[in-house]
């Protein structure tokens, strides 16, 4: 039995709980939470040990493993004590708020030989993956461009402040949705060189962002769009889409069916034929030993206690991977800050009034030395 702690026991810490609790592998020794109440009511009703104190917690619980799911501001340090103890860990989206810190925490992981990975659950749907597996198999050519959305009715009107609408603690549409969107694109395409068109919009919150638009640049003139807005009341909950064009088809995808138009010049998989074809994610998932919010919540739980038990360092969604999606995002924040280049005066062919727009690898790797707000700044 792989020996578990749970920290952060809000919405997806407490869903944690309930699906690890059910895991045949996994006995859950401790919880821990800065709420007396909530730690009172767990240790009332399933009698799992409870700690208001994380390094107790590590120290007294024996843990082979821990779930952290507080808030993002929190990460980093949590993180870092837990390996820094020898304890896999499994940590929310986003890793960190700086992607030096990321770095750090992934060398430290590796260096240890420890299993990590981070809740991008959007990698363990059926439908999604089934795209990765036709992009793999080379189905529709060289890829040209990608749109990666993702929309839902978080925040539709002003209202009190909680973590999320502070952006100090990591809170904002950036890192709460479209980190997933732009995770899906590194899977799919690989990690931008530079970004561009960057903006941060704010529709109701007074503090962060509500909604996203920016462009991601890959190497042979390849684009991602990424286009998030988590103020869309049409949706009734988080919808996420990703559409990839290639030189012999194009793919489209969403939680409940992958489509696949191929040409007749494309390389056909087994299954598949020229012209459209539907897969739906009921025939592409597998059945979970405990299903809640979806299969692949439980999926991805499944995934990390396999790496565990067979020491498996590297894995979907380990550190290696997430630093690429940070990278991106720390990016993008700074393009966000450049702003949009404009002609003086409105004469054609006149300078921009702002600086050169700064948004390529190139200028991450020269600041990573020293302090520089775009990585911070949640």
Sequence with gaps: MIRVGVVGLG??????????????DVDVVGVCDSSGYILGILQKYTGVPTYPDFVAMLEAAELDAVFIATPSRSHAALVGTALERGVHVFCEKPLTLDVRDTERLSSLARDWGLVTQVGYHNRFVGAFREVKA??????????????????????????????????????????????????????????????????????????????????????????AQI??????????????????WGTTGRLYADRQECQAYLRDTARIPIGYEPGWNVRYTTDLTAPVWFYLRGEEYSAQIESFIQRVNEQRVDGVNDFTSAAATDRAIALMIADARTGASMLADGVTGAKPTRGRRVGGLAWLHRRRGRPDPAYSEG
């Design 11 to 24: 919405k997806m810490g407490l869903s944690h709980h309930a699906m690890l609790n059910a895991h045949p």
């Design 134 to 223: 036709l992009l793999d198999a080379g189905a529709i050519g060289n890829v040209t461009r990608a749109l990666a959305e993702a929309y839902g009715p978080v925040v539709l009107r002003p209202k009190g402040a909680t973590w999320r609408s502070q952006r100090n603690e990591g809170g904002g549409c950036l890192y709460d949705y479209a980190a997933h969107v732009i995770n899906l694109v590194n899977w799919y395409v690989g990690e931008p060189t530079g970004v561009g068109g960057t903006v941060l919009s704010r529709v109701f919150s007074r503090e962060i962002d509500d909604e996203i638009s920016s462009t991601l640049y890959f190497p042979g003139e390849r684009t």
């Design 227 to 244: 286009s998030v807005n988590w103020s869309d009341e049409s949706c009734r909950k988080m919808t996420t889409r990703i559409t990839i």
